[in-house]
């Protein structure tokens, strides 16, 4: 089955303790993303990865980290995670020109 | 700068009542409408793609439309099972790709038994 598999999907931690939130996908696409939503900010954009080795920033790329040194595998690492990053997270990824197929989400809270 | 507008944020109907979902964007040179839907805790599930002016595209209750500055999801005799958050997303600048997307907020639609 096509999927787009995030891990953990709930978590709960603290200010300043590294965390990594892993997905993989099994459809062998180019592009992968890291998404976050927020009440009355809808989706934004983290960053994307357009193949292995290469990503871009999107729209609110700071206090995030990413890595592609595997095209199924896109984590989104949390350095020294802030309050202000509790929000749900999503993971996606396309073929090139074609829609993205997005993973369940994982919920973050920082305290 | 490159924007996607969602109208209305929210809209009930009752089962069987029609209605439209309008998504107004502004993009250098549109590569792509995609429209999906959002089930409460669950990711978007993708619908539709349109990429030029009086394309359409169906699905069941579904429609969806495309002029140059917006695009109409129509639904017709929806039922509570629609009832869901509807996305709309555009690739961002000139890029020839969709590495980079641009969501409006979403339309929250209840429907009433």
């Known amino acids: 089955e096509a999927q787009v598999t995030q891990n953990p999907r709930y978590l709960i931690t603290v200010t300043g303790k590294k965390l990594t939130v892993t997905c993989s996908q099994n459809?062998?696409?180019?592009?992968m993303s890291w998404y976050r939503q927020d009440p009355g900010l809808g989706l934004r954009q983290i960053y994307y990865s357009m193949n292995v080795e290469v990503t871009d920033k999107g729209d609110v790329p700071e206090g995030y980290k990413v890595s592609r040194k595997e095209k199924r595998n896109f984590p989104l690492i949390l350095e020294s995670p802030s309050p202000n990053q509790t929000s749900l997270y999503f993971c996606?990824?396309?073929?090139?020109?074609?829609?993205?197929?997005f993973g369940d989400g994982t919920r973050l809270s920082i305290l | 700068e490159d924007q996607v507008t969602q109208s209305p944020e929210a809209l009930r109907l009752q089962e069987g009542e029609s209605s439209s979902l309008n998504c107004s964007y502004t993009v250098s040179g549109l590569r792509g409408l995609f429209w999906y839907r959002q089930d409460p805790g669950k990711g978007p599930e993708f619908l539709f793609t349109l990429y030029s002016a009086g394309e359409e595209k169906e699905k069941e209750r579904l429609k969806a439309t495309l002029t140059k500055k917006e695009s109409f999801l129509h639904i017709t005799a929806p039922k509570p099972e629609d009832s869901a958050t509807y996305l709309c997303?555009?690739?961002?600048?000139?890029?020839?790709?969709?590495?980079?997307?641009?969501f409006g907020q979403g339309t929250t639609l209840q429907v009433k038994p």
């Open positions: 996606a990824s396309s073929a090139k020109g074609k829609p993205q197929h």
């Open positions: 459809m062998n696409h180019e592009y």
């Open positions: 997303a555009v690739p961002a600048g000139s890029s020839s790709n969709t590495g980079k997307l641009i």
